[in-house]
């Protein structure tokens, strides 16, 4: 039962993380107060769930990728640079290894993660700026890369 309560309060955390950085990403676009902003980013992201969900899968692969593609060429490097410089001083060089990758996992990390907000930021700019244009009559945003308008179109079908 305690497990059961730990996974839902878990799943509340995670839903709750995801609409507060959506919400100060709409704070900072819209101006408005903090619990406008999310009351405003929860509707966005209601109305546009296909396209938040394509978003954030995509861009979830994409990370997983870089964090390990940069944390198994750190090590790489690591390996490379511990062949030339102390050969056979270190006696458990997979130790030294393991704790290369952790570090540059934790790294990257935590500098990729910066991209996973700069990629809400430009869905929910491109999102507002299509529902603006549809309140003013504009079917067609003029203004909008053809290659961001094709891959968002995708995401719909």
């Given at each position: ?122 869905l ?20 909008v ?11 719909e079908?």
């Amino acid at each position: 039962m305690l497990k059961c309560v730990k996974g839902c309060l878990a799943c509340f955390d995670k839903c709750l993380r995801f609409i507060n950085m959506n919400a100060y990403v709409y704070c900072a676009i819209a101006n408005t107060p903090f619990c406008e902003s999310a009351v405003h980013a929860f509707l966005l992201m209601l109305k546009n769930s296909a396209k938040f969900g394509f978003v954030n899968g995509i861009g979830s692969m994409f990370m997983f990728l870089a964090k390990f593609a940069v944390s198994i060429s750190t090590t790489g490097i690591g390996y490379g640079l511990l062949q030339i410089m102390v050969k056979d001083a270190v006696s458990h060089m997979w130790i030294v290894l393991a704790l290369i990758f952790f570090i540059s996992y934790f790294v990257s990390s935590l500098f990729i993660s910066i991209f996973d907000a700069a990629s809400n930021t430009i869905l929910q700019c491109f999102i507002l700026d299509q529902e603006i244009g549809a309140v003013k009559g504009m079917t067609e945003a003029t203004h909008v890369p053809p290659l961001l308008n094709d891959f968002l179109a995708k995401a719909e079908r």
